[in-house]
């Protein structure tokens, strides 16, 4: 972009952040935005540009951030999702209003206990933890986890407990952004439905969205071989781009990655905690009040209370 106006870069800066939260389904309502016409996604799902705020690092060059937009400067809706921002707190928000102004930003929230088994899932898949560590080994250490971790990269494997306490981190989202929240069990019960709902958040045409089913994106398999699993996850960050351009492709690609090194996850029982279970009681009923002020329709059936 060299020589590229301040203008021009501004007019691709994203206008819609999906900032939050991991593992619950940020990278499928992504991908189903993404279809809309008036809808332009950058090349990079999670671009990661203010992610060094959360870390007290300094930021890329914006140029560098545009460029994961070219193209989009005609939608109406230009998105990023990082879903590691969340976490960032007041440095990643200031950073965010001093780059993008007002962007609306979209949180995707799970019940916090599936959230969290997915979230162990992941980091075994991407070789952050051991895969013989199981659920209880990997919750007990987790559950030791606090806010003053969040700004520790070497922490965020750790981030399974903690990471679903999201009443913890969205108020002061709300405080500087139009925030809305989508449940995922919500985005695969009623996709078309849920979809047409953002449509008019965002100002544009909900029709394009009627009939869309969920994509299966982003899941945790297990591996075989680790040296071919590490292998697949640079190749795949190598050419996401590309990827994401040709979706059928890496559908097909995936699946005959997973016959050579994938490995079913194994069905283990596993009961949470109940001091952690005690803290998403309490984080899940601040969640459901300050969901109800957004928006008193929407509230998740694990947000509701039971009568």
Wanted: hydrophobic fraction near 45%.
């Amino acid at each position: 972009m060299t020589g590229t106006s301040v203008a021009a870069v501004v007019d691709l800066l994203p206008n819609l952040l999906l900032a939050g939260f991991p593992k619950t389904g940020t990278t499928s309502l992504f991908t189903l935005l993404a279809r809309h016409p008036q809808v332009g996604a950058s090349s990079v799902k999670e671009t990661e540009y203010f992610l060094p705020a959360r870390y007290g690092e300094p930021l890329g060059p914006v140029t560098e951030y545009a460029r994961l937009f070219e193209g989009t400067g005609s939608a109406a809706v230009r998105m990023e999702s990082t879903p590691a921002y969340v976490y960032g707190g007041a440095p990643v928000i200031d950073a965010i209003r001093t780059t993008l102004g007002a962007p609306r930003v979209l949180f995707t929230v799970r019940e916090p206990a599936g959230r969290l088994r997915s979230y162990y899932r992941a980091q075994q898949a991407r070789l952050r933890i051991p895969i013989e560590m199981t659920m209880d080994e990997y919750v007990a250490r987790s559950a030791t986890v606090g806010e003053s971790s969040l700004a520790d990269r070497a922490a965020d494997p750790w981030l399974g407990v903690i990471g679903g306490e999201y009443s913890r981190f969205v108020p002061a989202w709300i405080d500087a952004f139009d925030v809305r929240f989508v449940a995922f069990e919500d985005l695969v019960a009623r996709t078309d439905a849920v979809l047409m709902d953002l449509a008019t958040w965002l100002g544009i045409d909900p029709a394009p969205f009627a009939g869309m089913e969920l994509p299966h994106e982003n899941p945790s398999v297990l591996y075989r071989g680790k040296g071919l699993q590490r292998f697949a996850l640079g190749f795949n960050r190598r050419l996401e781009p590309f990827l994401r351009r040709h979706p059928d492709l890496k559908a097909r690609m995936r699946s005959a990655y997973y016959r050579v090194n994938g490995r079913a996850i194994p069905k283990a029982a596993w009961s949470l905690d109940p001091a952690v279970g005690q803290r998403y009681a309490d984080t899940n009923a601040a969640l459901a009040a300050i969901w109800t002020s957004l928006d008193p329709i929407g509230l998740p059936a694990w947000l509701t209370p039971a009568r």
